[in-house]
């Protein structure tokens, strides 16, 4: 079965500072109509998750240009370009390139401010 | 704008069935352009999907518990359902309901999310 390895699993970062996080596949997320469906999410602290970025770099409306994704193949990164108070929470990569097993995610990844 | 809104018992008691329904408001689950999903995320842990379905019926569940999910929707009423038979403990989680692009961009719709505890 595919499996998403995320890391760092925490990650704290100084108001202002870059942040990156990991996410590697022990497959490649390539499908066969050439497309990589590797999408990151974000959940704030007691809320419902929010998509931030589809097909590995595509930002969904309203997400600020401080986040960008980047990668191919079995290796995917998430960038917070200047991380601010508001992007407090757990980052979640996800692949809906193999079927089955379906939808899976990674572990999760989560940011706090130092 | 789209907005889903999960609904259903807090508790359930073992061995017995969850059922959840989500309603949709702002849009209709008769689009052809989406599935209509159940993810769910025990306290503290990560989020795990449960499967879709398509408004003409067809579904697709996640294999590790496609035994015991039945996942349906009425548009008459522009909702859909979960039921997951034979719960324990284990399935005690907050579950969401979300929408997906059927051009793989992922859930970019949830609910709000539903607390289920399994216990007698």
């Known amino acids: 079965d595919v499996v998403l390895t995320q890391s760092p699993l925490s990650l704290p970062v100084t108001l202002g500072q870059p942040a990156s996080i990991s996410c590697r596949s022990n497959?490649?997320?390539?499908?066969?109509?050439?497309?990589?469906?590797l999408n990151w999410f974000q959940q704030r602290p007691g809320q419902s998750p929010r998509r931030l970025i589809y097909?590995?770099?595509n930002r969904d409306s309203g997400v600020p240009d401080r986040f960008s994704g980047s990668g191919s193949g079995t290796d995917f990164t998430l960038k917070i370009s200047r991380v601010e108070a508001e992007d407090v929470g757990i980052y979640y990569c996800?692949?809906?390139?193999?079927?089955?097993?379906?939808?899976?995610f990674g572990q999760g990844t989560k940011l706090e401010i130092k | 704008q789209v907005q889903l809104q999960e609904s259903g018992p807090g508790l359930v008691k073992p061995s017995e069935t969850l059922s959840l329904t989500c309603s949709v408001s702002?849009?209709?689950?008769?689009?052809?352009?989406?599935?209509w999903s159940w993810i769910r995320q025990p306290a503290g842990k990560g989020l795990e999907w449960i499967g879709y379905?398509?408004?003409?019926?067809?579904?697709n569940y996640n294999p590790s518990l496609k035994s015991r999910v039945t996942i349906s929707i009425d548009t008459s009423k522009n909702q859909f359902s979960l039921n997951l038979n034979s719960v324990t403990a284990a399935d005690t989680a907050v579950y969401y309901c979300?929408?997906?692009?059927?051009?793989?961009?992922?859930?970019?719709?949830w609910g709000q999310g539903t607390m289920v505890t399994v216990s007698s």
């Open positions: 979300a929408r997906v692009s059927t051009r793989g961009h992922g859930f970019d719709i």
């Open positions: 702002g849009g209709s689950v008769s689009s052809g352009n989406y599935y």
């Open positions: 379905m398509y408004y003409s019926g067809s579904t």
């Open positions: 497959q490649s997320l390539v499908y066969s109509d050439g497309n990589t469906y």
């Open positions: 097909k590995v770099s």
């Open positions: 996800m692949q809906g390139t193999h079927w089955p097993p379906g939808y899976t």
